[in-house]
């Protein structure tokens, strides 16, 4: 049990009492301690209405307060009460100067929030409530102050020195240190201050802006990573560009920094013009970083560069409206690489994460609106609800609007509130004003979690030429709301004739008919839409683009799918029709008794994917690839991972031999595409082909192995070789493997990236009992339980392997508790993570039910972070 379990509450919302104009830190780095003193400029707020004279400033457990002044007179122990971590100062004037004097030591700080040390260098991360950790002050998002920030250290060790804003000063002092003055003029709160201090090697480039401006780019990163910037910071100036045109959003200091760090919770953070990024998601090139990590370095980058204008120049009042800039900003990010990239790829891959790990958020104990209504630790609500299902809404809006009206009430939104700290509530009310559009009924998204269901059915009139589609939604009970009012939802689709051609469409009323495409305005749980002129019983190409959150169900008929699989136009419909009907196959998998025969059509319908050289070949991947047995949990009502397992490994071997040639061939002709490059086609090339080679590998035949072991053994760029290793990892001979491995350490030890994916590759291998391995790989000289990338490698990829994190014993769950455990005091951000699918007992057969919730109980027995125990009360409560 924890003693520490408050709930806050978004109805207990209050203004602050005091606002604090000015914030001037002096931050002295020294060996033992590091001394902070902090002089802010406090101000009652005229918004206020609290006559409290009473100052309440937030601090961390672990500063030691020194000194207390006010106005330049030191405070007697009577002015002011130090309870729990927080400072209060007692008859405070309207108008007043504070300064305190703390030490911290970050050098002793393993929860990476605050200041704390990574490798040789000091950094920060404040968001949510790091700041307090640093010194006391007013941590919540809606206190506005301009910081000036001086650091002093020594010199040789910390060359570099940097805060946010701009350089004032800096300069030499006695005793080897030196030190540097920072000023940024724009108003921010604590959780976007940075700081860094170390010795880094910096690439420079330049950006104009739209208006003329010069603008300084810097990476920071250690000597021996100054090869691997170029990505990061063409990336940068791409998004500064597309910001621009998309949006008019122009970058308003002159200078922008970014900060490599080694010891990072997260992917990045946006502090303002000084982003601090973990390694793993800045740093890049050829030789080292596959597609993917390039892929998702530009989308991070892109992402925390846009929260300059969603989430600085425009901040949130509370946590509660977190999603006001982590949703909006995803959705940015999502439409910068859907414009620079394949759009419907782009789109494929974010409804595949949102189905796989959304919607198992929503369904498990945890379940939240992209606007909790309360929390005990903000920590555990940057989740996939918050980003992903909050950038769909955002989506939804955007498609409710259309792409004008949506500019104009982004327009508003940043005219309106630039400097302020608001709330989704007020971003909501810019669209609707901008637009004209009522956006009322839509805000239930925002009050409401739960996927819901859309149940659709039709009728089609030959006589009359009318069709008819009735469409009913349904969303489940969730923890904090029983019965829901519906949604108001845009459904995206068009009418398909027997050839797969778009019907012309005429719509009595409810939606908007645009061409041969129609978004149907769905506000009620039942609702008909009445087509008329339709000649014959069209196909519905239903929820086009995935134009809302939501599970849809329609009866369709396999040849149906088979038609929309090959014609539809949508991209992502044309996949979702080929999904559908590889997961019906994989379901009769996982009953058949005998030899599975895979259906004709099915494989007429694959080759036809694989030997069509006119598609995308990213999309021909995507296209034949089965969902994962992640995705398939999500389609089942009670999850039976073994069932899951076998059923999707008898597919596919069951595509494998039946489409044997078509594979080598497809294979070989993306292999033999000559000289490295990194455009498109070459990335969808090397998609595909390691997709058929991992298809071509479940035969276990030798020549398919030596066409892996050729393709490592070749190190034509870590795409090739990251692919053909951990296919050959996943044959149940490890003899193929073993040596590989070794050599892949010989070569890639020195770089911590790499070595990650060293560590992820084996950790996540999808073969039965692998924990004696993981527990090994535990145990290696190169793992660190302090580095989060280590135990997101390992552990994380461990959890990713249903059938070993759910093996049949509970020894994956006892394992995943031990960690939780181990990581509980020391970075009870990590450890509340894994803790997260533990609590997912509910979804899993019986017996699996009993050893999670043994491991929940165990847990709960313990003295928990306040991270980790509201995980697991909430699993234990909201079953
Ligand atoms: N805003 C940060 C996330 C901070 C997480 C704090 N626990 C990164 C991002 O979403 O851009
Ligand atoms: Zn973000």
Redesign the pocket.
């Known amino acids: 049990m924890t003693t520490n379990s408050q709930v806050i509450y978004l109805k207990d919302y209050q203004v602050p009492v005091f606002t604090i104009e000015t914030t001037d830190l002096d931050i002295r780095i020294g060996d033992e301690y590091t001394s902070v003193v902090a002089r802010l400029k406090v101000k009652r707020n005229p918004a206020s209405n609290n006559p409290s004279s009473e100052l309440a400033l937030q601090g961390g457990k672990d500063i030691k307060l020194q000194e207390v002044m006010m106005n330049g007179l030191i405070l007697d122990a009577s002015s002011y009460d130090l309870e729990g971590s927080v400072l209060s100062v007692h008859q405070c004037p309207d108008t007043f100067e504070l300064t305190t004097e703390c030490l911290i030591q970050p050098q002793l700080n393993t929860s990476l ?1 605050g200041l704390y040390k990574s490798g040789g260098m000091y950094c920060t ?1 404040c ?2 409530e790091g700041f307090r950790n640093i010194t006391y002050y007013l941590d919540r998002p809606d206190a506005l102050s301009i910081f000036t920030t001086r650091i002093s250290a020594d010199k040789t060790t910390y060359p570099i020195l940097l805060a946010n804003g701009n350089p004032l000063e800096h300069g030499d002092l006695d005793n080897g240190e030196h030190f540097a003055v920072w000023h940024d003029p724009f108003p921010k709160p604590a959780y976007l201050f940075a700081m860094v201090a170390g010795d880094l090697v910096r690439q420079d480039d330049l950006f104009t802006t739209q208006s003329g401006r010069q603008v300084d780019l810097q990476i920071f990163v250690e000597a021996h990573n100054s090869h691997k910037c170029d990505h990061a910071l063409s990336a940068l100036k791409r998004s500064m560009l597309w910001d621009e045109q998309k949006y008019g959003r122009e970058y308003d200091l002159d200078l922008f920094m970014i900060v490599a760090v080694d010891d990072f ?6 502090n303002k013009g000084l982003n601090i990024f973990n390694s793993d998601c800045v740093l890049a090139d050829p030789a080292t970083s596959s597609d993917a990590t390039f892929e998702r370095i530009e989308g ?1 980058v892109a ?2 560069y846009f ?1 300059n204008w969603s ?1 600085n120049r425009v901040t949130c009042r509370d946590w509660f409206q977190l999603s006001l ?2 949703g909006f ?1 995803v959705f940015r990010d999502a439409q910068y690489t859907s414009d620079t990239y394949s759009a419907a790829v782009k789109r494929i891959e974010d409804v595949t994460l949102l189905r796989t790990h959304q919607f198992a958020e929503d369904a498990g104990p945890m379940a939240h609106p992209i606007r909790p209504a309360s929390y005990m630790e ?2 555990n609500f ?1 989740s996939v609800t918050v ?1 992903e299902k909050g950038a769909e809404v955002v989506g939804m809006i955007h498609t409710l609007l259309g792409a004008e009206l949506f500019r104009k009430g982004s327009d508003l939104y940043f005219d309106r509130h630039d400097g302020q700290a608001v709330t989704t509530d007020d971003f909501v009310a810019a669209m609707a004003d901008a637009s004209g559009i009522d956006l009322s009924q839509f805000k239930h998204w925002y009050s409401q979690a739960g996927t819901p269901t859309l149940e659709v059915t039709d009728t089609y009139d030959a006589a009359n030429q009318q069709y008819c589609l009735t469409i009913e939604q349904s969303t489940p009970a969730t923890a904090e709301c029983q019965e829901k009012s519906p949604f108001h939802l845009p459904l995206r689709m068009a009418l398909l004739d027997a050839q797969g051609l778009e019907m012309p469409l005429q719509l009595q009323t409810g939606g908007m008919v645009q061409g041969h495409n129609c978004v149907l305005n769905i506000t009620q749980a039942r609702q008909t839409f009445i087509f008329e002129g339709i000649n014959e019983h069209p196909i519905p190409s239903l929820l086009r683009g995935f134009s809302a959150p939501v599970k849809l169900n329609y009866a369709y008929t396999q040849t149906q799918l088979l038609l929309l699989a090959s014609k539809d136009q949508d991209g992502f419909s044309r996949w979702e029709a080929c999904q559908r009907l590889l997961i019906e196959a994989t379901r009769q998998a996982m009953s058949a008794t005998t030899d599975y025969h895979l259906d004709e059509a099915l494989v007429t319908m694959l080759r036809s994917s694989l030997v069509d050289e006119a598609l995308d070949p990213a999309m021909v991947a995507k296209l034949v690839q089965l969902p994962s047995e992640a995705y398939l949990a999500e389609t089942q009502a009670t999850v039976d991972v073994d069932q899951i397992h076998t059923g999707r490994e008898t597919m596919r071997l069951a595509i494998a031999m039946a489409l044997e040639n078509e594979l080598l061939a497809c294979y070989q002709r993306c292999h033999n595409i000559g000289s490295f490059s990194q455009t498109g086609e070459a990335i969808g090339q090397r998609a595909l082909k390691n997709t058929c080679l991992g298809y071509l590998n479940t035969l276990n035949k030798a020549s398919y192995q030596t066409l892996a072991q050729t393709q490592y053994a070749l190190q034509a760029n870590m795409t090739d070789v990251g692919a053909a290793l951990s296919i050959l990892i996943g044959q149940k001979n490890a003899d193929l493997s073993t040596p590989l491995l070794a050599d892949f350490y010989q070569r890639w030890q020195g770089d911590a990236q790499v070595l990650g994916q060293w560590f992820a590759m084996q950790a996540g291998a999808n073969l039965r009992g692998r924990l004696g391995h993981v527990k090994a790989l535990l145990e290696h000289p190169a793992f660190d339980l302090r580095n989060p990338n280590k135990v997101r490698s390992v552990v994380g990829s461990f959890m990713r392997s249903a059938i070993n994190f759910h093996a049949a014993d509970g020894s994956g769950y006892e394992f995943v508790a031990d960690m939780v455990l181990r990581l509980n005091a020391s970075n009870p ?1 990590m450890a509340a993570n894994l803790a997260k699918p533990l609590g997912r007992f509910k979804r899993h057969t019986l017996g699996r039910q009993q050893l999670m919730q043994a491991q929940l109980q165990r847990l709960h027995q313990t003295e928990l972070s306040k991270d980790v125990f509201e995980v697991v009360s909430k699993a234990l409560t909201n079953r």
């Open positions: 929030e991360q968001e949510a919770n997260m992917g990045a953070m946006e991070i992402h925390e929260h989430g800039k982590e900003t903000i920590n940057y980003y951000m």
